[in-house]
């Protein structure tokens, strides 16, 4: 979060979409802890016959403020996310950010039936338990999941072009996939799986000067071979 490394205990920080945060007594930063929810900060929804848009606005008093909207639009073989962050603080926002792709194709359950593909030969320097294989531009499931099984794995071999920001995740028994990309360059790339989902997480980096903006665009087109 913004202003989490310099905050004190009881100081406050911010989540972009959360809102202002307390900052706890505690050694490093957790996504699986509680935290307290200072100021939800403004949400305004308005939508369409083909879009939705959510608007997040928070103005603090740790020089940190913002205007975040999100803009859904559907087209003819899926949808776009048009992005727009405004700095309307007294701060730089640097940060990275993603959305969670959890996918699940016809109801099928990570495994076997998946394909992943890029465009660059992906390596890791993750241990993939035995759950996938990586070979070329290409994940492939070795097993289907169950239970809990779950992993993870930073992904390596993008460039900085912006056409290495494309992912293809298909399900080779009905032939439905879907292909998404982002118009800026990858920031980091990593693949979560377990049994009810798997998730390509592509990041980007931001950084807004006060009083600058920065937007960019994420495309998903579906498809049946």
């Given at each position: ?36 929810l ?11 016959a ?44 640097e ?20 394909s ?18 990586l ?17 993870f ?48 997480e ?24």
């Open positions: 979060g913004l202003g989490y490394d310099e905050a004190e205990a009881g100081g406050k920080y911010v989540r972009i979409g959360v809102g202002l945060i307390e900052k706890p007594d505690e050694a490093e930063y957790s996504f699986r802890n509680y935290y307290e200072l100021d939800h900060g403004k949400w305004t929804v308005d939508h369409g083909d879009w939705i848009s959510f608007i997040h606005e928070l103005n603090t008093d740790i020089g940190y403020s913002y205007i975040y909207e999100k803009l859904i639009k559907l087209k003819d073989n899926g949808f776009t996310i048009e992005h727009k962050l405004q700095n309307t603080g007294e701060k730089a926002i940060t990275d950010q993603f959305n969670h792709n959890f996918f699940m194709i016809d109801g099928e359950p990570s495994g076997k039936a998946f992943i593909s890029f465009p660059y030969p992906i390596t890791t320097e993750d241990d993939p338990e035995g759950f996938v294989e070979k070329g531009n290409e994940i492939n499931f070795l097993k289907d999941l169950e239970g809990d099984d779950a992993f794995l930073l992904l390596h071999g993008y460039s900085e072009d912006v056409s290495d920001h494309q992912v293809t995740v298909k399900n080779k028994k009905s032939g439905a996939g879907v292909t998404f990309s982002i118009d800026k360059p990858l920031h980091r790339m990593a693949f979560w799986s377990c049994r009810t989902t798997l998730s390509p592509n990041f980007i980096w931001l950084a807004v000067a006060p009083g600058e903006e920065e937007v960019w665009t994420s495309e998903y087109s579906l498809f049946v071979e």
